[in-house]
C-alpha cells in the first residue's frame, strides 16, 4: 500500500492501481516495491530487547512508545483500567505528531448505528464507506482484537480505514460485547449476530449480500473462522476469511509461545490474562470455537488468508491453523512477516511489513469478490 500527498491529505493507493494508472498514461517502467511511508524513517532510541532480537527498527520503535505510554502491564491492571490505558495506535499517532508526520486518512465516510446482538441485545457497529465508489459493494464484517476483554473499533481503525479503501468494499466493524462483563462465548455469538445482520440488511449499507467477507485481528481473527463455521452450517458461508495473527488453540507450550513467552505487546502473562477474563471455566478453551486447531471442524470453508507476525506467541497456532486448513483442502494463504511483532497490521503509518500485510490482505480480498 502507498501514500501520495494531495490536497486533501494522506491517500491509500495500491501498488496494482498505480501499475495500471502509468500503464494507461504510457509509463511502462512500474518497479516492482512499493514506495515508502514518511514514517518509515522512524528509529527507535535503544537497543533491541531480549525478547526480540530480530526486530525490525520501525517495530522497536513503536513497542518503544507504547512502554512510554503504557508502563504498566495490562495483566496487572483490571479490565476496565486496562480498557483506559494508550493502545498501540496511541503510540503510532504520538510517534507521528513527534516528527510531524501527518497521521493516516482514507477518503472514507465512517458512521455507526445500533444492530441486534446475540439474543437480540443490541450491539454497535462502526461503518466504513468509501466515498466515490458505486454500489453495492462488497462488505467486509470486521471484529478487532483486545483478547475478548479490551479495545474496540476505533483502537483498530487504521485496518479498517485501509480495507474500506484499498478494496472498495463497506467495512462493518463490530463492537461486540466484552468479558468479563460477558463471558465466553458472548462475543463470538454478538460476533456471528452482526454477520447474520449484514448479510440481511446489506443493501441498507449499500452493499452486496453474496460478496460478504469476514475478518479480524487477534481474538478477532479467531472469531473471523468461527463466524465462518457458523456461516457455514446455516447455509450463508463468506466468500473470503482473513485472520490476522489468530487465536486458534488452547496451548500455551508451542514453540512460540516458548520462545516469545516475555515479548511485547502480547506474551504468556497477557494471554492468560485475556483467557481468565473471558472463559467461565478451563474448559471453554477446549470447545471449537477456540481450540480451532485440533477440536472445530474446518473442513468447506471459504478461502482464507492468514498474516502471521514473527515475534508473536500465536505464531505457532496460526501456522496449525493454516497446516489443519489445507489438510481439508480450505484453499489457504498465508505470509510470516519477520521481525514483526503481534499487533502490527494497523502500523503501516511506520512498520514496512504492515503496509505489506495491508497490501496482500486488500489483494486477497478484492479477488475474491470478483
Not at 170 to 182: G, I, M, N, T
Amino acid at each position: 500500500m502507498n501514500y501520495f500527498s494531495t490536497k486533501q491529505g494522506i491517500r491509500f493507493f495500491s501498488v496494482s492501481a498505480l501499475c495500471t494508472l502509468m500503464f494507461t498514461v504510457g509509463i511502462t517502467a512500474c518497479q516492482d516495491h512499493r514506495i515508502p511511508l514518511s514514517g518509515q524513517v522512524i528509529q527507535p532510541t535503544g537497543p533491541k530487547p531480549d525478547w526480540g532480537p530480530t526486530i525490525g527498527p520501525q517495530m522497536q520503535a513503536v513497542i518503544e512508545e507504547l512502554g512510554r505510554l503504557s508502563p504498566t502491564p495490562l495483566n496487572e491492571l483490571t479490565p476496565q483500567q486496562a480498557r483506559q490505558q494508550p493502545s498501540f495506535k496511541d503510540a503510532v499517532n504520538s510517534l507521528l505528531d513527534k516528527n510531524k508526520i501527518p497521521r493516516p486518512t482514507a477518503n472514507v465516510t465512517v458512521s455507526q448505528r445500533m444492530i441486534p446482538g446475540a439474543g437480540g441485545t443490541p450491539i454497535r457497529i462502526v461503518v466504513y464507506t468509501p466515498n466515490n465508489v458505486t454500489g453495492p459493494m462488497p462488505v467486509i464484517v470486521y471484529y478487532h482484537g483486545g483478547g475478548w476483554v479490551i479495545a474496540s473499533p476505533e483502537v483498530y481503525e487504521y485496518s479498517t480505514l485501509a480495507l474500506a479503501e484499498e478494496t472498495g468494499a463497506v467495512v462493518v466493524s463490530v463492537d461486540y460485547r466484552l468479558a468479563p462483563e460477558y463471558k465466553f462465548p458472548t462475543a463470538h455469538n454478538d460476533a456471528y449476530a452482526a454477520y447474520t445482520w449484514v448479510k440481511s440488511n446489506a443493501a441498507a449499507l449499500n452493499g452486496n449480500a453474496t460478496k460478504v467477507a469476514v475478518a479480524g485481528e487477534s481474538a478477532g481473527g479467531n472469531m473471523a473462522i468461527t463466524v465462518a463455521m457458523m456461516a457455514r452450517d446455516q447455509g450463508i458461508p463468506p466468500v473470503h476469511i482473513l485472520s490476522v495473527f489468530p487465536v486458534a488453540n488452547n496451548d500455551l507450550n508451542t514453540p512460540s509461545y516458548n520462545q516469545y513467552a516475555n515479548a511485547k505487546p502480547l506474551n504468556r502473562p497477557l494471554v492468560q490474562y485475556f483467557t481468565n477474563n473471558y472463559f467461565t471455566t478451563p474448559g471453554d478453551g477446549d470447545t471449537p470455537l477456540i481450540s480451532l486447531v485440533d477440536v472445530a471442524n474446518l473442513s468447506g470453508l471459504a478461502p482464507t488468508t492468514i498474516i502471521g507476525a514473527e515475534i508473536d506467541p500465536l505464531q505457532s497456532e496460526g501456522m496449525q491453523l493454516r497446516d489443519r486448513l489445507q489438510a481439508v483442502k480450505v484453499p489457504v494463504t498465508y505470509q510470516l512477516f519477520a521481525g514483526a511483532t503481534h499487533e502490527f497490521f494497523g502500523m503501516y503509518a511506520i512498520v514496512p511489513q504492515a503496509q505489506q500485510a495491508q497490501d496482500l490482505a486488500a489483494t486477497q480480498l478484492r479477488n475474491a469478490f470478483k
